[in-house]
């Protein structure tokens, strides 16, 4: 059975849950304002996700984490293309990661590839029934109700974060007099505001850090919260623009 429409008058929420109840299998198209994302479902569970944006490439969250270095991350795709091999597989049988770093590192990936769509202010989706993604990858089998739960929550987060920071090119300013008193930091405290200068955007430092734009704003939102810092300009000044930047500045960067 296909199911198509608009991200506006059926939510994702809805569309999840009505792929679990009816235990669906196939590939869920989800077209955004940027970036084409396609989930794999099995029996009502998600089993993979397809992203045409290159953050959320696995190599790149490797990178993230500090699993691997650029030269051996490159190494390692110059196999792959020759070969036909999963990333995975062979940064596994190189010995630079377990296969339970890569099977946790893939869980979150598929998981956060699917949050950052509850956040799209527009969209469209489709549903191809029966489908497959035809890509070789390390096939999961999540739970969708975990899944909706967290998204919804994270889009009430982000209605409380757009509150106060009102685009990717806010500025954070460190304050050292609170930071001293709240001593010692949390290690991603600490990592995000030895980053502000003072100059960088939120933007810039998600491409700086290869981290979620979620994730960063939320971390920059508490610390804000915290008296820790604050913003010599909340942004959104330049709109639906900023995004595209960050975009193109996001495709130098990973080329």
Not at 31 to 55: A, M, Q
Not at 182 to 192: H, K, R, T, V
Not at 210 to 238: C, N
Request: charged residues 25%; glycine residues 8%.
């Amino acid at each position: 059975m296909a199911l198509n429409g608009d991200l506006a008058t059926m939510g994702l929420e809805d569309i999840f849950q009505w792929l679990a109840v009816g235990k669906k299998s196939g590939v869920l198209e989800l077209r955004g304002p940027l970036h084409t994302k396609r989930v794999g479902f099995h029996e009502g569970k998600v089993t993979s996700i397809w992203s045409s944006d290159p953050r959320e490439y696995l190599g790149q969250y490797l990178l993230a984490f500090n699993r691997i270095t650029e030269e051996q991350l490159r190494e390692a795709l110059a196999t792959q293309e020759d070969e036909n091999q999963l990333l995975g597989r062979i940064l596994i049988t190189r010995q630079l990661v377990t296969e339970a770093e890569i099977r946790r590192i893939v869980q979150l990936k598929v998981e956060e590839g699917i949050f950052d769509c509850f956040l799209w202010q527009a969209g469209a989706f489709e549903f191809h029934d029966g489908s497959s993604l035809g890509q070789k990858a390390m096939l999961l089998s999540l739970e969708v109700t975990g899944i909706v739960l967290e998204g919804a929550r994270r889009l009430d987060e982000w209605k409380r974060i757009r509150a106060v920071i009102k685009g990717g090119d806010a500025v954070p300013v460190a304050i050292p007099e609170a930071i001293a008193e709240q001593l010692p930091l949390a290690p991603e405290d600490a990592d995000i505001l030895a980053r502000v200068d003072g100059a960088k955007t939120l933007d810039q430092l998600i491409i700086e850090m290869r981290a979620p734009e979620f994730k960063i704003h939320k971390l920059v939102f508490d610390l804000r919260e915290k008296g820790m810092l604050r913003f010599t300009t909340a942004g959104g000044s330049l709109g639906d623009s900023a995004s595209m930047q960050l975009q193109r500045a996001r495709a130098l960067v990973e080329k």
